[in-house]
């Protein structure tokens, strides 16, 4: 799901039960970065006002402090209904995504649902869509924010003094380099770890869907598909990692909250193990034992 930031409003509008969601969620962030914005903006005259011991635009230092208390005030609150707005957007994204795909599923014949699909569906409504509803709740709200206060401080900066503002209007080219780096990194490491994911969901799947077959071979703990595919994807992971920490290390040394994506991503990748099939001897059919529902009701058979 490549979802590129000039549309993504609309495709979320699309997905959601309600959209007047987002739409408050936006203006919540809009309002948000103005305050901040405006914030930024008057500790300039606030700091001249402390370094000169005189009034500027006719406050001291204690005035511009109460204002800027005033202004932390408003920013806690509107923060914590843009945030509570996002998560209820996000909340209701999943809810009515993971309905529609449920639909749509349901309505397909079976022999649709060979093993290569199975995987690819199965890494889509988990791992995908959770990324989404991130984007939603984490990710949507701060890029608009920080928009909206940079044009703040920008016009600010030229109102101010014209060498400020043209020192500022000359480093937006420079942060927009740096931040299409780190998203080609990034997106470079994606490219290196998804095949490899995906490779890796099928061959799972494939896994369960043949017990049959392997435990007659005597193969149901150690199937050299499923390793070979685990040891490649574990070495991808780990290659897409350090696509990521350069690319963060880009975009973060501009902006404190620029590894944000980095923090979803940067664990380090975990082998997984090959689950040992349980078998009953009422019910001969084997039960994955990482499904907790199946492994109760697999015991409540027995």
């Known amino acids: 799901m490549k979802l590129t930031l000039l549309d993504i409003v609309p495709r979320i509008k699309r997905m959601l039960k309600d959209p007047h969601l987002i739409n408050t969620n936006i203006w919540f962030s809009v309002a948000a970065g103005l305050i901040e914005g405006v914030a930024l903006c008057l500790l300039l005259p606030g700091i001249t006002?402390?370094?000169h011991n005189e009034p500027v635009w006719g406050l001291g230092i204690w005035g511009w402090v109460t204002v800027l208390?005033?202004?932390?005030?408003?920013s806690a609150v509107v923060?914590?209904?843009?945030?509570?707005?996002?998560?209820?957007?996000?909340?209701?994204?999943?809810?009515?995504v993971h309905k529609k795909v449920g639909d749509q599923v349901s309505s397909l014949p079976l022999g649709w649902?060979?093993?290569?699909?199975?995987?690819l569906l199965s890494r889509l409504v988990s791992n995908e869509l959770v990324m989404t509803g991130e984007i939603i709740a984490h990710m949507l709200s701060p890029i608009i924010q920080r928009v909206t206060s940079s044009v703040v401080l920008l016009v600010f900066a030229w109102a101010w003094d014209w060498r400020l503002g043209l020192a500022v209007?000359?480093?937006?080219?420079?942060?927009?380099?740096?931040?299409?780096?780190?998203?080609?990194?990034?997106?470079?490491?994606?490219?290196?770890?998804?095949?490899?994911?995906v490779e890796l969901s099928n061959r799972i799947v494939?896994?369960?869907h043949c017990q049959a077959a392997l435990r007659s071979c005597g193969r149901s703990t150690h199937y050299s598909k499923l390793d070979h595919a685990n040891a490649a994807w574990l070495k991808a992971k780990r290659t897409e990692l350090w696509y990521?920490?350069?690319g963060?290390?880009?975009?973060?040394?501009?902006?404190?909250?620029?590894?944000?994506?980095?923090?979803?991503?940067?664990?380090?990748?975990?082998?997984?193990?090959?689950?040992?099939?349980?078998?009953?001897?009422?019910?001969?059919?084997?039960?994955?034992?990482?499904?907790p529902y199946a492994r109760g009701h697999h015991r409540n058979r027995c």
């Open 49 to 51: 006002a402390l370094a």
């Open 69 to 74: 208390s005033i202004l932390a005030a408003i």
């Open 79 to 96: 923060g914590y209904l843009q945030s509570l707005r996002g998560y209820q957007a996000a909340i209701d994204f999943l809810v009515n």
């Open 113 to 119: 649902f060979n093993r290569p699909l199975a995987g």
């Open 169 to 197: 209007t000359i480093s937006i080219p420079i942060f927009l380099l740096f931040v299409l780096a780190t998203t080609a990194l990034i997106k470079k490491g994606k490219s290196i770890g998804e095949p490899t994911e």
């Open 206 to 208: 494939e896994f369960t």
């Open 244 to 246: 990521e920490i350069v």
């Open 248 to 291: 963060n290390l880009f975009g973060g040394a501009f902006h404190p909250g620029g590894d944000h994506y980095a923090d979803q991503h940067r664990r380090e990748p975990r082998r997984y193990r090959l689950p040992r099939i349980h078998r009953c001897h009422r019910v001969h059919r084997a039960v994955p034992p990482f499904y």
